[in-house]
T-cell receptor
Framework: GAVVSQHPSWVICKSGTSVKIECRSL??????MFWYRQFPKQSLMLMAT?????????EQGVEKDKFLINHASLTLSTLTVTSAHPEDSSFYIC???????????FGPGTRLTVT | GQNIDQPTEMTATEGAIVQINCTYQ??????LFWYQQHAGEAPTFLSY??LDGLEEKGRFSSFLSRSKGYSYLLLKELQMKDSASYLC??????????WGAGTKLIIKP
C-alpha cells in the first residue's frame, strides 16, 4: 500500500520558537494532503487541507498565520508551527489522498511538546 | 450540525466477537470509513462502505445502512493485538471526513 512519512516523529521545543513538520508521500503523488491534530483520548481534528501549488484551506478556528502550511510539490507538504506555546503541544498527523477515491493514507504522526 | 456517535469504551474477551456501532448525522454522505488506532500511533485504514450492506475482510466486517444513518464494525476471533481505538468517519457532501471520537476496545484474556 501507499506510504506516507512524517519527520520528525517527535520534537521538543521552547516556547516562542518555530517548528517545521514534513509530510511526504513516498510512492505516489498526492494532490491533496490533510493536516490533523489530536489531543490525548480525543478524535482527530482537521486543521487544514492543502492542494499542491495553491494556498491551504484552513478549518474554522485554526490560525493560518500560526500554522503555516506549504504544499510545494506532489510529494511534500510542510506544517510550520510559529511562535509555539505549550498549548500547541499535541500529536500532529498528516494524510495524503492518492488516486483511489476512498482511501487516505496517514503518516505516523509527530508528537510536539512545547516547554 | 454534523455528528457522529460511537461508544466510548467496550470490553471483550479474547477469541470472542464484538460489534462496535456508529450512528451519524452529516451534511450529505459520500462513504463511511473505519480506522484502527493504537495508542501513540496514527490511524490505519480498516474498511470503507458507500453502499448498504456488509463488507467482509478477514476477521473484520463492516455494515452500513444509509437510511438509518448507522454502521457497525464487527471483529471476530478477537486477539490481544486488537486492543485499540476504533474510529468511525463519514465523508460529507464536501468530501471532508467527519470523525467520531473513537471507541476504545479492551481485550481481556
Amino acid at each position: 500500500g501507499a506510504v506516507v512519512s512524517q519527520h520528525p516523529s517527535w520534537v521538543i521545543c521552547k516556547s516562542g520558537t518555530s517548528v517545521k513538520i514534513e509530510c511526504r508521500s513516498l510512492d505516489f503523488q498526492a494532490t491533496t494532503m490533510f493536516w490533523y491534530r489530536q489531543f490525548p483520548k480525543q478524535s482527530l481534528m482537521l486543521m487544514a487541507t492543502s492542494n499542491e501549488g495553491s494556498k491551504a484551506t484552513y478549518e474554522q478556528g485554526v490560525e493560518k498565520d500560526k500554522f503555516l502550511i506549504n504544499h510545494a510539490s506532489l510529494t511534500l507538504s510542510t506544517l510550520t508551527v510559529t511562535s509555539a506555546h505549550p498549548e500547541d503541544s499535541s500529536f500532529y498527523i498528516c494524510s495524503a489522498k492518492g488516486t483511489s477515491d476512498y482511501e487516505q493514507y496517514f503518516g505516523p504522526g509527530t508528537r510536539l511538546t512545547v516547554t | 450540525g454534523q455528528n457522529i456517535d460511537q461508544p466510548t469504551e467496550m470490553t471483550a474477551t479474547e477469541g470472542a466477537i464484538v460489534q462496535i456501532n456508529c450512528t451519524y448525522q452529516t451534511s450529505g454522505f459520500n462513504g463511511l470509513f473505519w480506522y484502527q488506532q493504537h495508542a501513540g500511533e496514527a490511524p490505519t485504514f480498516l474498511s470503507y462502505n458507500v453502499l448498504d450492506g456488509l463488507e467482509e475482510k478477514g476477521r473484520f466486517s463492516s455494515f452500513l445502512s444509509r437510511s438509518k444513518g448507522y454502521s457497525y464494525l464487527l471483529l471476530k476471533e478477537l486477539q490481544m493485538k486488537d486492543s485499540a481505538s476504533y474510529l468511525c468517519a463519514v465523508r460529507d457532501s464536501n468530501y471532508q471526513l467527519i470523525w467520531g471520537a473513537g471507541t476504545k476496545l479492551i481485550i481481556k484474556p
